[in-house]
């Protein structure tokens, strides 16, 4: 049965409970509360599937081949892709019972949505003591029925913006669904497809917040071209922010497909032709280099910047000069981290602060405006992007290239934690950067600051200067085995707002000689009987410790302590 375009359908309607069409629209529907809909997509068009209200459930069908024998299999999906879920990127297919891509995720700005779990069924709400209510399953029965295809009492579905996750003793749990008024996913087909989308119709528990609402679909021309991406949410009240590339992106995308969303930015997870174990002794023997813009920015500037950060931050202040750095904490009232990251002295009256989280000058603000200080906080990560240049040889790459201005005249000057301004040179370029002395390797190295105009070339000069040492970019997961060996923190891994720097094994960034500070009180609590504390295991093989793997005394049976996890231990692999 050959598949045409569908008919425009409702396109200039001009709802106005829908955000702006991301580019030309061929065909648009209205599935309305509890009902589904079948629909028509051509290769290479693009299926946007809309959350109207929010907290919406929208179960996905998909079928191709003349009589539709090829259908959307949740199964074979995980397997291939190794994830419960496909997201945007490398892993972002959806295959078919004969392994075959059906579509692929685009785009998608809730995050949270179900591969495992029937479209529900008339027998679920029987089970419940609901008999006759109308179901997912049923309607999708109803409306590819005209294409000849066999009701069934359960269909395996995309459930999107069902909110479920497999807990600790791996049961199914779910609860009302994340996705917010006009959150959507983006699907790319990759063959003709008869679809079938759903609102879900269930009203019985928290799924669809008690109370079904409509789904939106539009259907755009196959040759728009809809860059990858996820969406971030900082706050909750914050609007969605899609993944983006820094300046080094298209330079890396030349060398290696294997991309992921880390901290609202592409980065890579390794190269192609080397790879993780060929990265991480790059970075031991000779230099790496690698993509850190993900790292948030921000100045502090004004009369009391000083008295600000001395307040909010870890360690003592009054011992930085200009030109130096410190690293250590934001701390919340009860000790714990809010986040980590360094503190760059420019003057009395003016700093840098580089961490991880947007929110960290929501917080800086909060703190000033609770203590009256005068301060502006300005957001600088989208002009400042960052390159690490890490490894033993990376000075001997570097010092040739770089000229500072005062009062610095080479790089062999510029200490621990100390940073200059200057420019960086080669093949007729000249390229303004801030060079610190700092690494999140554990080895000799800098970072490159560099207005994100430049970074392409900044990246093209350094990797030209490494080609006689042997230099390699190097990727997040030969990062993550170098980070942790050298005993650096991750957010989310080895630290959290409930975890303490005594806790998370850096007790030498917390000044409590300091007169007063966010989390002293309570500090001076923890120190002396901290409730866990982060310890490094060596293992005697080549093994690699696993999240969740369990940790035993040598001949005994029961456990140390708790499972391993990152806010309990840091493992090094040896």
């Given at each position: 049965m050959p598949l045409t375009t569908p008919a425009v359908a409702e396109s200039d309607a001009g709802y106005s409970d829908l955000p702006a069409p991301l580019g030309r629209v061929v065909a648009e529907y209205r599935v309305e509360a509890a009902t589904a809909m079948a629909y028509r997509v051509q290769a290479g068009q693009y299926i946007q599937i809309i959350d109207v209200e929010g907290s919406q459930c929208s179960d996905f069908l998909a079928f191709a081949g003349e009589q539709f024998e090829q259908e959307l299999d949740a199964t074979v999906t995980r397997t291939l892709n190794g994830l419960a879920m496909p997201r945007a990127g490398l892993h972002g297919k959806y295959f078919s019972q004969t392994m075959q891509p059906l579509f692929e995720v685009i785009q998608d700005t809730c995050g949270r949505h179900d591969n495992f779990l029937l479209a529900c069924t008339a027998r679920y709400y029987e089970d419940v003591g609901y008999p006759g209510h109308p179901s997912c399953s049923e309607n999708f029965n109803q409306v590819l029925q005209p294409y000849g295809i066999q009701p069934r009492p359960g269909w395996s579905a995309v459930n999107f913006f069902y909110n479920t996750a497999v807990d600790c003793e791996g049961a199914i749990v779910g609860g009302e669904s994340w996705s917010r008024p006009g959150d959507y996913v983006l699907l790319r087909a990759g063959c003709d497809l008869l679809c079938a989308s759903s609102s879900c119709a269930d009203d019985v528990d928290p799924t669809?917040?008690?109370?079904?609402?409509?789904?939106?679909?539009?259907?755009?021309?196959?040759?728009?071209?809809?860059?990858?991406?996820?969406?971030r949410r900082v706050s909750p009240t914050a609007p969605v922010r899609l993944t983006r590339d820094s300046a080094f992106t298209p330079r890396i995308r030349e060398l290696t497909q294997y991309l992921v969303e880390y901290n609202g930015f592409w980065v890579p997870n390794s190269f192609a032709n080397y790879g993780p174990q060929a990265e991480y002794w790059a970075l031991r023997e000779r230099a790496v280099l690698l993509d850190l813009s993900a790292l948030r920015k921000f100045e502090i500037q004004g009369p009391d910047a000083y008295d600000l950060l001395q307040m909010a931050f870890s360690r003592d202040l009054a011992k930085l000069s200009v030109g130096q750095s410190a690293y250590g904490c934001l701390l919340n009232p009860h000790g714990g981290i809010i986040d980590d990251g360094i503190v760059f002295c420019f003057g009395k009256t003016a700093y840098r602060y580089v961490g991880n989280c947007d929110t960290d000058a929501d917080w800086l603000q909060q703190v000033a405006d609770q203590y009256g200080f005068t301060v502006s906080i300005e957001r600088m990560s989208d002009q400042l992007h960052n390159l690490a240049l890490q490894?033993?040889?990376?000075?001997?790459?570097?010092?040739?290239?770089?000229?500072?201005?005062?009062?610095?005249?080479n790089l062999d000057q510029l200490g621990y934690f100390r940073f200059a301004t200057g420019t960086v040179s080669g093949e007729?370029?000249?390229?303004?950067?801030?060079?610190?002395?700092?690494?999140?390797?554990?080895?000799l190295g800098y970072e490159l600051f560099v207005h994100p105009d430049r970074g392409a070339e900044l990246w093209d000069l350094l990797m030209q200067a490494g080609q006689p040492y042997n230099l390699l970019p190097m990727g997040m997961l030969a990062l993550d085995c170098a980070r942790i060996e050298a005993g650096l923190l991750a957010a989310g891994r080895e630290f959290d707002d409930l975890t303490s720097p005594y806790q998370a094994g850096i007790g030498w960034a917390v000044a409590l000689k300091k007169p007063d500070f966010i989390g002293k009180a309570a500090l001076e609590q923890i120190k002396p009987h901290p409730p866990k504390v982060a310890v490094g295991l060596v293992l005697a093989g080549n093994e690699v410790a696993a999240h969740g793997q369990s940790v035993y005394p040598v001949g005994e049976r029961w456990r140390v302590g708790a499972n391993i996890r990152a806010t309990d231990w840091t493992v090094l692999s040896g």
């Open positions: 669809n917040a008690w109370n079904p609402t409509a789904i939106h679909v539009r259907i755009y021309d196959a040759s728009e071209e809809f860059p990858q991406a996820m969406g490894g033993p040889l990376s000075r001997d790459i570097l010092r040739p290239l770089v000229q500072f201005d005062e009062p610095f005249t007729g370029k000249t390229i303004p950067v801030l060079v610190s002395r700092t690494g999140y390797t554990g080895e």
